[in-house]
């Protein structure tokens, strides 16, 4: 009985200690990577300038530790306990690539890019808005996910997209759009009525090799990145970077870029004006229209 | 008197320093050649089904074969990078460019090795777009559309890497950009043979890559100007 009662005492004593010696442990890593001997930015120092907020890293930390650990981890590499349940997986911010940027493929986001994914969310992955969150508190966030790549203290973020005035939605402008649709190849990893199920979007990874869908504009979900037609422009120009969707800022000019987002409205279930135009369009030329996809490449050529 | 010797040391060292750093080795006249073969079973050379870009299939004759261990005669092994990754001195990026085509659907060359910082022309001659997605992690990984008749794409890389290069609209494309900094490089043809010329003498370490088997190196010194043989042999795995 008395043997037991230490048997017990014995275990429950050393699953403390080891409880403890686990947390202090992953605390130490935490607190030790990102090595400062590889240029990573300084935790106590980093800043992020968000119109007039001034977010700092060393309070952003410890809102890291409380919010954002279980899935991005202690590292920063997107390995936090929750990682291995989520699919698309949480982001890597040792790798210092994101998705929603308004900078060229293949640079840095600004701050502001920043703030606006953890103000947002991601609306089709785990990953929520943080607007409980005060502004502050998400300035602190974005100056302290900065400290995890020595990419933010050798490299300045690009130089943001100009997105020109909308022009008129008219019809003439969605078919037009319709047109970049077919020639940019969008079809094939969209489909050609923007379902998603193009010829190609089964066999999409992203830049870890996960797979990955294409969006689906059947669903009239938000987009990954805003909702706003400027959003939607300036996704496609950007491209979303580790992901399979291409920039088309060299490609694309203004005029076309807002006839494409036009057009990639009428593929919504929304109540919106090019959706409506669109509607009654098809109503009276629905069976001169091409359907989208490779017959109506080859007879373009 | 004492601070006399110290200039005049000071000045020796100073003088055999810069002699050291700014001496150009002249253009040297060795040679590395040699052949790249494996043992073991290789993954087989399967062929590629492009029937959902028709554009693309009718211009392969026969089917392309996968890339990713390219065998001849001979154990031979194609597209195998063969270059000094010591004991060569980086002697700045050349000033012509390096040409990659996207054509029938296929990256031309299927590897293309570069030094640091050359200037990398990028080219869609095909009737259909393009998206090419170098997935870089030690310089930065970008990603563009190139629909047909766009102008070339005007980039380089400034840190050496495999980077491994893909199409996400055409899934069976799949190449390599192999940045390296050493002017001196090889690809192994169809017979698994390379030539390393311009060697001057002295000791290099030679490094062979294949992109499925990682890398074999070997140590060779080149005394005036010898041309030395260095082959190399890779364990092959069925898949």
Redesign the interface.
């Known amino acids: 009985m008395t043997l037991n009662k230490y048997a017990v005492t014995f275990a429950l004593g050393s699953m403390t200690l080891l409880t403890l010696g686990a947390t202090s442990a992953r605390a130490q890593s935490h607190v030790n990577s990102p090595a400062p001997w590889l240029g990573t930015p300084d935790v106590a120092t980093e800043q992020s300038h968000i119109g007039g907020i001034t977010g700092n890293a060393k309070d952003g930390k410890k809102l890291y530790r409380r919010f954002c650990i279980g899935c991005h981890g202690p590292d920063g590499d997107g390995e936090g306990m929750n990682a291995q349940w989520i699919d698309p997986k949480p982001r890597d911010f040792t790798?210092a690539?994101f998705k929603c940027r308004s900078t060229p493929?293949?640079?840095l986001p600004t701050d502001e890019d920043l703030f606006n994914a953890i103000t947002r969310g991601f609306v089709t992955t785990n990953m929520p808005s943080w607007r409980p969150l005060s502004p502050s508190q998400r300035a602190d966030l974005v100056a302290f996910v900065k400290t995890w790549s020595p990419?933010w203290s050798k490299e300045k973020p690009g130089t943001p997209l100009n997105i020109p005035p909308e022009t008129p939605i008219t019809i003439d402008s969605i078919l037009r759009g319709r047109a970049m649709f077919q020639?940019?190849?969008c079809w094939?990893?969209h489909g050609p009525q923007g379902h998603g199920d193009g010829?190609?979007a089964s066999?999409?990874t992203d830049?870890k090799g996960n797979p990955i869908r294409p969006y689906n504009f059947s669903t009239g979900e938000r987009f990954m990145c805003g909702d706003t037609n400027q959003d939607l422009y300036r996704i496609f120009m950007t491209?979303l970077?580790?992901?399979?969707?291409?920039?088309?800022a060299?490609?694309?000019k203004p005029d076309e870029a807002w006839d494409l987002v036009h057009f990639l409205r009428t593929l919504q279930p929304l109540p919106t004006q090019e959706a409506s135009l669109w509607k009654t369009y098809m109503v009276t030329h629905g069976k001169d229209i091409t359907p989208i996809g490779?017959d109506a490449?080859?007879a373009a050529? | 008197m004492r601070l006399k010797y110290f200039v005049a040391l000071a000045f020796v060292i100073i003088v055999s320093a810069a002699m050291v750093v700014f001496a150009q080795p002249p253009a040297g006249s060795g040679s590395i050649t040699g052949k790249v073969t494996y043992t073991g079973t290789p993954m087989k050379m399967k062929p590629i089904d492009m029937s959902?870009e028709?554009?693309c299939a009718k211009q392969h004759a026969t089917p392309l074969l996968t890339q990713n261990v390219t065998t001849g005669p001979g154990n031979s092994l194609e597209w195998v990078i063969v270059y000094i990754s010591a004991g060569d001195q980086g002697s700045g990026a050349p000033s012509q460019a390096v040409r990659y085509d996207q054509k029938g659907c296929e990256y031309t060359p299927h590897i293309l090795p570069m030094e640091a910082d050359q200037q990398l022309m990028i080219y869609n001659d095909d009737?259909?777009?393009h998206?090419?997605?170098p997935?870089a992690?030690i310089n930065?990984?970008?990603?563009?559309?190139?629909?047909p008749g766009?102008p070339p794409?005007d980039t380089k890389w400034e840190k050496p890497e495999f980077i491994p290069v893909k199409c996400?609209?055409?899934?069976w494309m799949h190449g390599y950009f192999v940045v390296l900094k050493t002017p001196h490089y090889a690809t192994t043809g169809s017979d698994g043979t390379f030539e390393i010329k311009g060697l001057s003498p002295g000791k290099y370490t030679v490094t062979a890559w294949q992109e499925q088997y990682g890398t074999k190196t070997q140590e060779v010194t080149i005394a005036g100007s010898e041309a030395k043989t260095a082959n190399f042999v890779f364990t092959a795995t069925p898949y």
């Not at chain 2, 930065?140 to 629909?147: I, R, V």
């Not at chain 2, 996400?168 to 899934?171: A, K, L």
């Open positions: 790798e690539t493929t293949g640079t990419r020639k940019l190849e094939k990893c010829p190609s066999t999409l830049d491209g970077d580790g992901s399979p969707m291409p920039s088309f060299d490609v694309v490779p490449g080859a050529q | 959902k028709p554009s009737q259909t777009s998206n090419i997605h997935l992690k930065q990984e970008w990603n563009k559309s190139q629909p766009s794409i996400n609209i055409h899934p």
